[in-house]
């Protein structure tokens, strides 16, 4: 069992920035493939950004060049550095921790974007 517990989201205007953190429980968080999804009002969950156990990543079309996924084995800790931020960035923003069958979630941090 795997808990995940985001924090860093908030009130942001275009342009800004702001960085995603997401605490994971357990011994074994270097094995996993975190990811972070968003789900914006009226939309379904979609995946913005995975790192995997060897830190190869991939991200949505949608944020390229802007936003950075990283990870931190000692602190079992997943960031998301988001850059350049736009209003359809707004949505709350969910962990995700994955190994085999098992996939766990953090219960999501909003992020708004608006002046």
Known sequence: QVQLVESGGGLVQPG???RLSCA???SIFRFYA???Y???PGKERELVAVIRS???TNYADSVVGRFTISRDNGKSTVYLQMNSLKPEDTAVYFC???L???SYWGQGTQVTVSS
């Open 96 to 98: 995700n921790a994955g």
């Open 38 to 40: 968003r789900q914006a």
């Open 34 to 36: 975190m990811g972070w």
């Open 16 to 18: 800004g920035s702001l």
């Open 100 to 102: 085999g069958d098992a």
């Open 54 to 56: 060897g830190f190869s």
């Open 24 to 26: 994971a429980s357990g």
